[in-house]
């Protein structure tokens, strides 16, 4: 990958990361929020322990899903460091840059994935 790439990758992470982290400070302010008036004695720091309604609930399982997706950014942004990013975990071949543009923390190329998702679906 040329360097130029790896520049554009780069940045393209460092934005969604940001984005992320925007994400998960608002969402973590929203459920403080929720927090205020519930007696202290039931206050936990443990985001699933706080779930008191639906809404609650889901807006939790996005920051878990979110939280999940920051890791996979800062993994990506540390194989660009060590000049292994865009290249498959599984046959060791460059990642296209269509699927770096639209999963850019992916760590397979496409003919992996797929026969990763076909093992997957026959355990079943």
């Known amino acids: 990958m040329s360097p130029e790439d790896l ?3 780069k940045e393209l992470l460092l934005k969604k990361r940001e984005e ?7 969402s973590s302010m929203t459920l403080a929020s929720c927090n205020e008036g519930k007696e202290l ?6 985001m699933a322990d706080v779930a008191g ?11 878990s899903r979110e939280s999940r997706y920051l890791h996979h950014i800062d993994e990506a942004l540390e194989r660009i460091k060590k ?3 865009g290249i498959c975990r599984n046959c060791g071949k460059e990642i296209s840059k269509d699927r770096l543009e639209a999963v850019p923390t992916t760590t397979q190329c496409m003919s992996c994935k797929r026969k990763e998702e076909k093992r997957s679906k026959s355990r079943r």
Request: negative net charge.
């Open 53 to 63: 309604n639906g809404s609650e609930e889901v807006l939790i399982s996005q920051v």
């Open 20 to 26: 992320t982290l925007d994400y998960l400070q608002h």
């Open 83 to 85: 000049g292994t990013y």
């Open 7 to 9: 520049k554009f990758f």
């Open 41 to 46: 004695s039931n206050f936990s720091d443990h």
